[in-house]
Nanobody, 123 residues
Framework: QVQLVESGGGLAQAGGSLRLSCAAS????????MAWFRQTPGKEREIVAA????????YYADSVKGRFTISRDNAKNTVYLQMNSLKPEDTAVYYCAADGFIRNILGGSPGYWGQGTQVTVSS
């Protein structure tokens, strides 16, 4: 069973930064593809960034390219999302996700989800 626990959400001002962390079950972050999704009320959950465990390739939604960075520390079994130049439209609940296959993540159906952490960006 893969367990994912997010932390690091909170309130930030526009233009500011936050770093989200996702603590994963042992070896999960090093052997699974990992991703961050976000969701706002009334909208579907959308992928923000993904990291392919096989080749360390990354994917970013157009709306966050150049501002967000996904990375992982295998020794700590932790995946991060560094969010810079935050905008009010980044306000959402952010979810960590994992799957053995990157195609499942990119298709919006990863096998494992965290509980989510709220990010609120004020203007």
């Amino acid at each position: 069973q893969v367990q994912l626990v997010e932390s690091g959400g909170g309130l930030a001002q526009a233009g500011g930064s936050l770093r989200l962390s996702c603590a994963a079950s042992a070896r999960t972050s090093s052997t699974y593809s990992m991703a961050w999704f976000r969701q706002t009320p009334g909208k579907e959950r959308e992928i923000v960034a993904a990291l392919n465990w096989g080749n360390e390739g990354t994917y970013y939604a157009d709306s966050v390219k150049g501002r967000f960075t996904i990375s992982r520390d295998n020794a700590k079994n932790t995946v991060y999302l560094q969010m810079n130049s935050l905008k009010p439209e980044d306000t959402a609940v952010y979810y960590c996700a994992a799957d053995g296959f990157i195609r499942n993540i990119l298709g919006g159906s990863p096998g494992y989800w965290g509980q989510g952490t709220q990010v609120t960006v004020s203007s």
